[in-house]
Each structure stands twice: as structure tokens, then as C-alpha cells.
């Protein structure tokens, strides 16, 4: 029988033991901001990446817009409260699959054009239940959107799992990470595969990694718990596991290997991040690059002083390639907070050239929009939730190509009522950046 502990995802074959003393284990490889889960090291003082969030397009009031809008905001007349995304849309992510294109064989033109598929987290208005939306689009800001929302997984899918020594039954579906495997052909099972992290108990008080794979990006397998995900007392008092993001590594060499960065959520509210491989996707080894298992620290935390110097939470990670292949830099994105009386959170960037030793810098990539403009815009009071996407560009299929090669999608919630929903609804945005 799977035996989890409560609050924390864990390996069903090892009992979590409790600490006896804090141990901190600071395992810096290079210039790192908060290796090892410590108090963090500020970095430089700004990165080089410039992003321009996404805007109306409305002259003259070319205000910033989301590009996902919870269904009681886009559609007021038609949403009805038991929508599965009538309240918030949130976690977004994107999977670029231009296998998905299909051309005319004799006019050329295409038919089916959404080769951009965005994952997030839905709740609804009846019971405020979380689980998973997808829409499709031919263009990377979803305008349009061609394939309409569709509910994909649900609480009720999931296994029953045990917690405390009970088995409890899954309460939420949450923050989506979906990965494209090309290597599997179109149509079949395996080329889209998803991790998230599913909650359980009458309040959500228990947490678990689940991942699940896919055809056609509607219909998913049966969702199966991954084990490993033990961190050690390095990594301060942790209560759960959230928010993974998967990227594979090797794209063509066996055994594949995967990264996860997740967070790290700690008793007092504070989060850092941590990193795990897997050979399958299923079961997991927390690392720093040094050390493996609950013997590893942290890989990033906040720096002193800074927007972050709280919390790290949300990662995504994306690795920058040449030509042929070899890897050439790491990017992680993330939601920062400092210690505030607004508690209001940011997107931080960091680079690293081996996914283990990451710089750090003191400012965020992405803030909240000004609260001074009318209407209130979507993000006037917390950007999170980050999602990176480099883009490849494809001349055949891409007419009128632009150079905006990062595509960053948060969420984002306004500082107060913009007279047509509920105060701090998040929606979903993007920024672009060459």
C-alpha cells in the first residue's frame, strides 16, 4: 500500500524520520543566490532580458491585458457558475507542438492551426473545486483562440492515496507542467506528458506529485504518484511539495533524463526551490549536484534585502541550445516576495550554465502594473505563476515571423475591484522578450 505523510509528497517505501537538529548543508558550485536554503546572496544588480507585457492593441487605451480571462470576466452573459473556470484561471503553460498543423494537400491552406496549447489551473464558482483547462490557438498570445476551453482532468480522476495512515481521496487538481515528447509520433499516447500537483483531505491539507501522459492533450491516462520527492533537513521545516515544472535534458540518448524544480514550502509561509531527476518521469531523486536525496539543499532561495528575500516559489526552467543541440545556458523564472506589509510578489530571473549553480539578481524581471490607471489593470497587484517558452521559429508555417523568441506567461491578480468581478481574481498574461 502507498504510504504518503501528511503535507509532504513522499516515497512509498521510506517513512519520513524527524529531525533532531537543523543541519545546513550550503552546497554552492558557483555564484549562487541562496544555495543550500540559506539567507541567499544578492546578485547583480539587474539581468539583461527586457520583456513588454502584453497589451489591448486598442487605440488609445492600449492598456495591458491578460490573455486568459476567468469565463464570468470574457463572458458575463453566457458564464454560469458551475463552469469549471468561472472564478480564476491561473498556472499557466504552454506546449508549442507545429506537429499539430495541417495543410490542404491540394490548396496548401490549413486546417488545423493550433499548434499552441495553453495548460492552467481553473476554479469554479459553485465549489471552488481546482482542476485543469486547455486552450489552443494559432498564435502564442491565444488571439485567437481556436480550440475553445475544455475541462482535461479533474480531482476525480486521481488514485486515492494514503495520508496519516488513511487512504484520502484528492480534493484539487493543481498547477499544471506538460511536456511535449516529440520522439513519440502524433496521435499517440505518451506525446504529451504532465506533472502537477494534486491535493487531498476534506481542506487540501495533504499534497502529492502525480503525472499522467497523453495522445491529444484532452484525453489523459490514468494519473500514477511519483515517489522520491523527500527533501532533507537543509531545506528548513517543509510542510509540501508544489508546483513542479519537467524539462527533459537529453532529447535523443538513453536513459532520458528529466529535471523538476519544485518548491519547497515551509511551516512559517517562506518557500526555496529545489531540483530532482528521473530516468522515466515516475520516480524521482532530489539533487544539487552534489548530493542526491534528503542529503541535498535547496538550489535557490532569496537574496537579503531584495524582492525575494522571503519566498522563492512557482519555478520554470528552460534550457537554451545551438545548433547542434548542446546546451549553452539554464533559464529559471519565479515568483518572489519580499518581507512586506503588502506581500505583493514579482517574477525573478536567474541563469546558470550546469542547472545546478545559479546567479542571482536584486531585481525582478517583472513587476506588478502601476494601480493609477483606469480601468485596473489585471496585474496591478501580484505577477506570479511564471511559465518560460523559447520559442523556434518556423518559416514554413510562420508567415509574418516576429523576433520575440521568450515568451513568459504569469499570473496575475489587480489591487482592487475593477467593478466586474470579485477583488484579486488572477488571470493569465504575457511577456515577450528577444
Not at 353 to 365: E, T
Amino acid at each position: 500500500m502507498t504510504q504518503i505523510h501528511r503535507n509532504i509528497s513522499k516515497s512509498p517505501a521510506f517513512p519520513l524520520s524527524t529531525p533532531t537538529k537543523w543541519i545546513c548543508l550550503f552546497i554552492c558550485l558557483g555564484v549562487v543566490s541562496g544555495c543550500g536554503g540559506g539567507g541567499g546572496t544578492a546578485g547583480s544588480p539587474a539581468p539583461v532580458i527586457e520583456f513588454s507585457k502584453n497589451r489591448a492593441g486598442v487605440f488609445p487605451n492600449d492598456f495591458i491585458a491578460p490573455i486568459l480571462s476567468d469565463r464570468l470576466t470574457a463572458d458575463p452573459a453566457a458564464a454560469v457558475v458551475s463552469d469549471f473556470d468561472y472564478l480564476e484561471v491561473d498556472s499557466p503553460c504552454m506546449v508549442d507542438d507545429n506537429d499539430r498543423i495541417i495543410n490542404d494537400p491540394i490548396s496548401g491552406a490549413c486546417t488545423t492551426c493550433d499548434r499552441y496549447m495553453l495548460f492552467y489551473e481553473a476554479t469554479d464558482g459553485a465549489t471552488l473545486e481546482n482542476s485543469i483547462g486547455l486552450i489552443t490557438s494559432d498564435e502564442y498570445n491565444f488571439d485567437p483562440i481556436l480550440g475553445s476551453r475544455t475541462r482535461v482532468l479533474t480531482a476525480a480522476e486521481l488514485p486515492q492515496l494514503e495520508f496519516d495512515g488513511a487512504l484520502r481521496t484528492a480534493l484539487n487538481v493543481t498547477d499544471p507542467s506538460v511536456l511535449l515528447n516529440k520522439s513519440v509520433p502524433v496521435g499517440v499516447s505518451g506525446r504529451y506528458l504532465m506533472w502537477f500537483e494534486g491535493t487531498y483531505g476534506i481542506v487540501g491539507q495533504y499534497s502529492a506529485t502525480l503525472t499522467c501522459q497523453s495522445a491529444d492533450g484532452l484525453t489523459w491516462s490514468t494519473p500514477a504518484f511519483c515517489p522520491g520527492l523527500e527533501v532533507g533537513p537543509s531545506f528548513g521545516n517543509v510542510i509540501r511539495i508544489s508546483d513542479p515544472e519537467v524539462i527533459q535534458v537529453n532529447s535523443d540518448t538513453e536513459p532520458l533524463e528529466y529535471r523538476m524544480v519544485f518548491e519547497a514550502v515551509r511551516d512559517d509561509g517562506s518557500s526555496v526551490i529545489g531540483m530532482a531527476t528521473s530516468s522515466n518521469g515516475l520516480a524521482w531523486t532530489v539533487t544539487d549536484g552534489a548530493l542526491t536525496g534528503v542529503d541535498a539543499g535547496p538550489i535557490f532561495s532569496g537574496g537579503p534585502g531584495t524582492f525575494d528575500d522571503f519566498a522563492v516559489r512557482s519555478p520554470t526552467i528552460e534550457i537554451e541550445r545551438d545548433n547542434l543541440d548542446n546546451i549553452i545556458e539554464w533559464h529559471l523564472f519565479y515568483e518572489g516576495q519580499q518581507i512586506s506589509s503588502d506581500n505583493d510578489s514579482f517574477i525573478g530571473y536567474s541563469n546558470s550554465v550546469d542547472g545546478f549553480s545559479w546567479s542571482g539578481y536584486a531585481v525582478p524581471v517583472i513587476s506588478p502594473s502601476s494601480d493609477n490607471f483606469s480601468p485596473v489593470t489585471f496585474d496591478s497587484d501580484d505577477v506570479k505563476h511564471p511559465h518560460i517558452a523559447l520559442r523556434e521559429q518556423d518559416p514554413l508555417t510562420e508567415v509574418n515571423p516576429d523576433l520575440n523568441r521568450m515568451l513568459l506567461y504569469y499570473s496575475g491578480d489587480p489591487q482592487i475591484s475593477d467593478g466586474t468581478s470579485v477583488e484579486e481574481v488572477n488571470r493569465i498574461g504575457l511577456a515577450v522578450s528577444e
